[in-house]
C-alpha cells in the first residue's frame, strides 16, 4: 500500500507557472511508471502526465503539450509537474499516482488559475 503526498498547488493568474510535488512512501517508486492526474467537480479524473520509470520516456495529455514537464527522482521518491503558461481550464485537484491507480489516492493540491 503505498502513500502519496502532493503538494505545490497554489491560486495562480493566467500564463503563470506552478511546479507541484509529490512524495511517496510504502513502495520503490523506481519501479513505477508514474502519472499525474488530475480532477474538478462532477468530471471524471483526467490523466495529464506520464513518465517512465528511468525518465526517460514522457506523455502528455494534448491539452497540457508543451507547457507541462513530467520529471521525477527516484533517490528521494519524488515526481514533479512543472507548469507553464497556465490556463484557467487547468483549475483543478492535482493527484499523483501509479500507472495501475494504487489506493489509497492522496488528497492531491489545489491548483486555481484565475485573474
Known amino acids: 500500500q503505498g502513500q502519496f503526498v502532493e503538494s505545490g498547488g497554489a491560486l495562480v493568474q493566467p500564463g503563470g507557472s506552478l511546479r507541484l510535488s509529490c512524495v511517496v512512501s510504502g513502495f520503490n517508486v523506481r519501479y513505477q511508471f508514474m502519472n499525474w492526474y488530475r480532477q474538478t467537480p462532477g468530471k471524471e479524473r483526467e490523466l495529464v502526465a506520464g513518465?517512465?520509470?528511468?525518465?526517460?520516456?514522457?506523455d502528455y495529455a494534448d491539452s497540457v503539450k508543451g507547457r507541462f514537464t513530467i520529471s521525477r527522482d527516484n533517490a528521494n521518491q519524488a515526481i514533479y509537474l512543472q507548469m507553464n503558461n497556465l490556463r484557467p481550464e487547468g483549475t483543478a485537484i492535482y493527484y499523483c499516482?501509479?500507472?495501475?491507480?494504487?489506493?489509497?489516492w492522496g488528497q492531491g493540491t489545489q491548483v486555481t488559475v484565475s485573474s
Open positions: 499516482n501509479t500507472l495501475g491507480e494504487t489506493e489509497p
Open positions: 513518465i517512465s520509470t528511468g525518465g526517460r520516456a514522457m
